[in-house]
């Protein structure tokens, strides 16, 4: 049975968070497009419902090709908001 397809929307590439990614890790336009198809890889297989936060950066970041795990999440969260952080209490 075919895997259920990951849809990338047009104009992902240039939206700003793209561009605010790009520019908060350094890298060419293509390669943020892959980080982030590959971020969402990682989340539909281990992180469905969306806590992909449950996840060591380590992992996230491994997956995803990334050296470094630390610079890669806070660039997500922070700079280009790709992810949500939420507070438990």
Known sequence: ?????????????????????????GLSKPNVV???ELLWHFTAAYAPAGDVGRWPDEAIAGYCGHE???????A????????????TA
């Open 76 to 87: 997500l969260v922070a700079a280009a908001g790709w992810t949500v952080t939420t507070s």
């Open 1 to 25: 049975m075919p895997e259920r397809w990951l849809e990338m929307l047009r104009g992902t590439p240039e939206h700003p968070k793209a561009i605010a990614l790009q520019k908060a890790l």
């Open 34 to 36: 892959g980080l982030l």
């Open 68 to 74: 470094d795990a630390p610079l890669f999440i806070e």
